[in-house]
């Protein structure tokens, strides 16, 4: 019996015993168990943390991508347009009678092209005052000179990030998280807003965004990352390429830039541009094949009407002799408009013919000229611009003014001391179309650029047969020159047509 009961406590403590130690075990396990499922936890919430911070899911994936996709690239130097030298001493015309008028039709008092085409809408603004946008204001304040406009912008000061001293793929990558993490959008919407209100083509748009950059953070490198964080906020298919100490901010064209560094991905020429007019020289550097999620756009380079003007008005006294008659003409221009077209990159010949004129400028010079040719034949009024460009202006090639190839906008012939062959033919061109209503084209022969004119009346003297019409040859760089009169030196040219 006694036996009995010692085996029966000892199995009842034995068994007590085993349960403890399972429970042992098992609370053990639990423990484990819980703190493991609170990792896990832990991890998936810190993702989720960390993809919260990113205002756009596209921003995760790609600064994923930018610490990897990076491949060296050479540069390639930018194209020179035109290598033919070009006249230093520009010839006078004998004087001899005009060309014989077969059809003697006198012309309807010259009118100016359209509002539609030429002139801005009178919205524009007047003023220097800021231009109004409709966002609420957040965070820091910023007061740009935007080429003599002041214009105001908030933004979060996170957006004035530091730049790693290294630069590699990962510094560039933790650079546009940390942008993306920021308050950003107010910014981009006040820009958007400047961008419609001031009429901005891409690159006046491209150079407000910089000039907002620079001023957030006044130094180079970093003001490129944020220019090309914000334009390709913006949509624009923007990238970056570094080497051991710069950032370089690349963008795709709709138009060839000339003597600006690129590279080529897919196809699609990608250049190195800046702001400041100067040229960036670039070796080897790294950049990535691949675009910022649903970006789409390419710089548009056309140049509109209204776009960058500061409304400072400055004035220029032109006189020349038509006919023996001396004619004072007073030419208006806006500073802040030239100093944004000394910006611009070199472009093709065509988009020079085809710009659009500031109405400050415009407006004025064909008010005081269609006054003048009213009444005449088509053959005078366009002999009166031939002489008005080719003797109200002094001729300089650009290497003796600017020290180098330099294609001037109308404006630009109007603002400095000196004009080449080109820069006259594109102001011409932009007279008679806008004053007379005529179809003109642009002749490119090597080393020389001129006009020609198709007339609605028979003119005699040199021309070109081109779509099936006659046009007269008109010369705005040879002196007295009239409509149908080649320069000496390019008679034996056909010269190509620039048809814009």
């Known amino acids: 019996m006694l036996k009995n009961n010692i085996f029966g406590k000892s199995f009842i403590l034995a068994v007590t015993a085993l349960s403890l130690t399972s429970y042992v075990v098992s609370v053990g396990a639990n423990d484990e168990f819980k703190q493991w499922m609170q990792e896990q936890s832990y991890g998936v919430e810190a993702e989720k943390k960390e993809f919260k911070e990113y205002k756009d899911k596209r921003d995760k994936e790609f600064t994923d991508f930018l610490k990897s996709q990076w491949t060296a690239v050479d540069i390639i130097k930018g194209e020179i347009r035109d290598e033919e ?34 002139i801005p809408k009178p919205d524009v603004s007047k003023s220097q ?15 740009i000179n935007f080429y003599g406009r002041q214009i105001l912008f908030n933004y979060d000061a ?18 546009w998280s940390a942008l993306s ?26 150079s407000l965004i910089n000039s907002v950059a620079v001023k957030v953070n006044n130094k180079r490198n970093e003001s490129a990352l944020l220019s090309w ?23 795709p064209s709709k138009h060839e830039m000339f003597e600006v560094s690129f590279f080529t991905f897919s196809g699609t020429r990608y250049y190195a541009v800046s702001f400041d007019g100067n040229k960036q020289k670039l070796g080897q550097v790294f950049t990535y094949d691949g675009e910022y999620p649903n970006t789409t756009k390419y710089f548009d380079m056309q140049v509109t009407p209204a776009v960058a003007s500061s409304d400072q008005s400055e004035h220029r006294h032109l006189s020349f002799v038509f006919e023996g008659k001396k004619y004072n003409i007073d030419v208006t221009y806006d500073r802040g408009r030239i100093k944004f077209l000394r910006s611009y990159p070199q472009l093709n010949l065509d988009l020079y013919f085809a710009s659009g004129v500031y109405p400050v400028t415009a407006t004025p010079l064909q008010k005081q000229l269609a006054v003048h040719m009213a009444g005449m034949t088509e053959l005078q009024a366009v002999n009166y611009l031939l002489r008005f460009v080719q003797t109200s202006l002094q001729y300089e090639t650009d290497d003796q003014q600017f020290g180098e190839e330099n294609y001037l906008f109308p404006e630009e012939t109007l603002f400095y001391p000196y004009s080449d062959c ?15 209503n005529l179809d003109v084209v642009g002749l490119d022969y090597p080393g020389h650029v001129a006009a020609a004119v198709h007339f609605n009346e028979a003119v005699s003297g ?39």
């Not at 996170?158 to 650079?175: G, M």
């Not at 981009?188 to 001031?198: E, G, W, Y």
């Not at 080109?422 to 007379?436: G, I, Y």
């Open 158 to 175: 996170r957006l004035k990030q530091s730049l790693a001293r290294t630069i590699n793929k990962d510094a560039v990558s933790n650079y």
């Open 422 to 436: 080109e820069d006259r033919a594109v102001l011409f061109a932009w007279l008679v179309k806008s004053l007379l």
């Open 181 to 206: 993490k920021t308050e950003y959008e107010d910014l981009l919407q006040q820009l958007a807003a400047q961008q419609k209100s001031l009429r901005l083509n891409d690159w006046a748009f491209a």
């Open 462 to 500: 040199d021309s070109i047969n081109y779509n099936s019409k006659r046009y007269v040859i008109t010369d705005p760089t040879y002196i007295n020159a009239n409509a149908g009169m080649t320069m000496p030196d390019f008679k034996q040219y056909t010269p190509s047509v620039i048809n814009y």
């Open 129 to 143: 005052k800021p231009v109004p946008v409709v966002v609420v204001p957040k965070g820091n304040t910023l007061n």
């Open 229 to 251: 964080f914000l334009l390709a906020k913006s949509g624009y298919k923007a990238r970056i390429a570094y080497s051991a100490n710069s950032i370089y901010l690349l963008v």
């Open 85 to 118: 030298p070009k006249p230093v001493v520009i010839p006078v015309a004998p004087k001899k009678p005009l060309p014989k008028i077969v059809v003697n039709k006198p012309v309807a008092k010259p009118v100016i092209m359209p509002v539609k085409v030429f």
